[in-house]
């Protein structure tokens, strides 16, 4: 089993920016995709970034490319989703999830974050 636990949101103005982190215990990390999900309110949870054990990031909101900047850091058990320039449009509960396989379900979540940009 894998706990996972998100911090760093908050509210913040439009064109600022916040770091999320997400700690993970009680597995073995290393072995994890981890991904950032995000839910805006009325919104379906869409996923942000997936990485796999070995960093390589895939990122999956083209609005997001250039602004947001995932990565994880294996010997510390823990993910960084590192936002800059924030929208209003980026105001949603941000979670961390993980899965044991690139192609398997998100077994594993966090209680979410939330992130509200004001314009």
């Known amino acids: 089993q894998v706990q996972l636990v998100e911090s760093g949101g908050g509210l913040v103005q439009a064109g600022g920016s916040l770091r999320l982190s997400c700690a993970a215990s009680?597995?073995?990390?290393?072995?994890?995709?981890m991904a950032w999900f995000r839910q805006a309110p009325g919104k379906e949870r869409e996923i942000v970034a997936r990485?796999?054990?070995?960093?390589?990031?895939?990122y999956y909101v083209d609005s997001l490319k250039g602004r947001f900047t995932s990565s994880r850091d294996n010997s510390k058990n823990m993910i960084y989703l590192q936002m800059n320039s924030l929208t209003p449009e980026d105001t949603a509960v941000y979670y961390c999830?993980?899965?044991?396989?690139?192609?398997?379900?998100?077994?594993?979540w966090g209680q979410g974050t939330q992130v509200t940009v004001s314009s």
């Open positions: 999830a993980a899965a044991a396989s690139w192609f398997g379900q998100y077994n594993y």
């Open positions: 009680g597995g073995t990390f290393s072995r994890y995709i």
């Open positions: 990485m796999k054990n070995s960093g390589e990031i895939t």
